[in-house]
């Protein structure tokens, strides 16, 4: 039976990619969006031209109170277009970043990060496990910036740090349901993540790229399908773990 898989944030960067890479490998894709509509029906365009089926649907993270709306949309999604009563795979992607330092960074940056990165992923997470079939599986995006530090991210490696915790407990309490979760731990990617910084500033490049094993910073394309080969039917026994893909970014 063909999957269905749900990405959060994926009308660009890292979602997108991580959508495009789960339909190349045979499956159909529900991709969220909370501002960019065209962005999100374009993606979902690029995935049935690979021959699957694509929806986008409306979320904002941060707003807890309307998921119970969304999953309602979700099931008739399901049922409409699939024929079914629940999805296989939950992809928390969507966030954001704030660069500042623990003297400069506001309560307001530093809630809007937990917000969306630990309190939007709990809460979303807990609205869809209904609709998530067991067997499934839950993919969670941390950062390289849990296990390094870089001056400016210590509020939104504080956030991943969270979500590095809270993917453990998905595992024990949803491991029951045969439901694993984990965490991947991108390091630094050309997307344009805080506007761009590191695809952009050419010496900001060079140096997360003096700092990789592989010489480089990391691309989309090197993410997608390790988030994609994390839901393939034979990575069953992959429970409660932190991947890192870095490339080797200060080892």
Excluded: C
């Excluded at 789960?22 to 690979?50: F, K, M, P």
């Excluded at 992809?91 to 307001?108: P, R, Y």
């Excluded at 024990?172 to 910084?197: C, H, Q, W």
């Amino acid at each position: 039976m063909t999957t269905v898989s749900l990405v959060t944030g994926a009308s660009r960067g890292l979602g997108r990619n991580m959508a495009l890479a789960i339909a190349r490998q045979g499956g159909d894709v529900i991709l969220t969006y909370r501002g960019g509509a065209d962005q999100a029906q374009a993606v979902a365009a690029e995935i049935a031209q690979l021959g699957r089926k694509a929806l986008a649907l409306r979320l904002d993270l941060t707003d807890i109170a309307s998921f119970g709306a969304f999953a309602g949309a979700l099931k008739a999604a399901l049922a409409d277009t699939w024929q079914r009563d629940g999805f296989d795979h939950l992809v928390n992607n969507a966030g954001q970043g704030e660069m500042a330092s623990i003297l400069e960074t506001t309560e307001a940056q530093f809630d809007s990060l937990f917000d969306t990165h630990v309190k939007g992923v709990f809460f979303l997470t807990r609205a869809l496990a209904p609709l998530l079939a067991d067997g499934g599986r839950i993919v969670n995006v941390s950062s390289g910036l849990t296990r390094i530090s870089f001056a400016g991210f210590a509020a939104y490696a504080a956030a991943k740090g969270a979500v590095e915790t809270l993917t453990l407990y998905m595992a024990k309490e949803f491991g029951s349901r045969g439901i694993t979760a984990n965490v991947i731990a991108p390091g630094a990617i050309e997307t344009d993540f805080l506007g761009g910084a590191v695809r952009d500033l050419p010496d900001l490049n060079r140096q997360f790229a003096a700092m990789t094993a592989l010489g480089r910073v990391g691309l989309p394309d090197d993410i997608g399908p390790m988030v994609a080969s994390l839901l393939r039917p034979d990575n069953r026994w992959v429970t409660g773990q932190r991947i890192e893909v870095s490339g080797g970014q200060t080892i």
